[in-house]
């Protein structure tokens, strides 16, 4: 699934520590009704089929943790393949899924109430702190995904120029803990 996100060429993109990713790393896989049925999990008590609601408890006891690329194939069973990301900090990473001639690929952004999320930091001191530290180093980043992402005519206007893109880190870099797949 991670491979998705690596820029063309990149060889660590292929690469064998690649293979110690496992479903234990995504978020929330706990609840997903893919990971936690069969043949993803043997152990399962219910087929895929009867299984409504995944109670996590239950997932994480009799599923164990299954190799990406064993995920990735099962994904690739269903006609619709959603990834949700919690708090994308660079919105570069997504440019070589944009380009990808062969990915239906469509983004959509959701922004959450400022009065909510203020509330969520009244009631967490530690998330405040956390996510602040998070802002300020997205911020000493500059605006290098708005520049990535106008240089490949995202966003720009009508007749905008192009130029060309920086290397990038690799997308797993951003992503970690915040992924959760939805089959």
């Not at 990735?72 to 919105?91: F, G, M, S, T």
């Not at 995904?145 to 106008?150: A, D, G, I, S, T």
Request: proline share 9%.
């Amino acid at each position: 699934v991670l491979r998705l996100y690596a820029p063309p060429g990149d060889p660590a993109a292929r690469a064998p520590g690649a293979a110690n990713l496992t479903t234990a790393a995504l978020f929330r896989w706990r609840t997903n009704k893919v990971i936690c049925s069969p043949p993803l999990c043997p152990g399962a008590p219910r087929a895929r089929a009867e299984v409504g609601l995944v109670e996590d408890a239950a997932c994480e006891r009799s599923c164990p943790p299954v190799a990406l690329r064993a995920l990735e194939a099962e994904c690739r069973k269903y006609p619709v393949v959603v990834i949700k990301d919690v708090r994308l900090l660079d919105l570069g990473v997504l440019v070589p899924l944009l380009r990808d001639p062969g990915l239906n690929l469509k983004v959509v952004q959701l922004f959450r109430d400022p009065r909510a999320v203020h509330n969520s930091r009244l009631k967490s001191r530690q998330g405040l702190l956390r996510e602040s530290i998070q802002v300020l180093r997205t911020r000493q980043r500059g605006d290098r995904f708005h520049r990535v992402l106008l240089a490949h005519g995202v966003g720009a206007r009508p007749g905008g120029q192009s130029r060309a893109l920086p290397a990038a880190p690799r997308a797993d870099f951003f992503l970690t803990g915040a992924l959760e797949v939805i089959c």
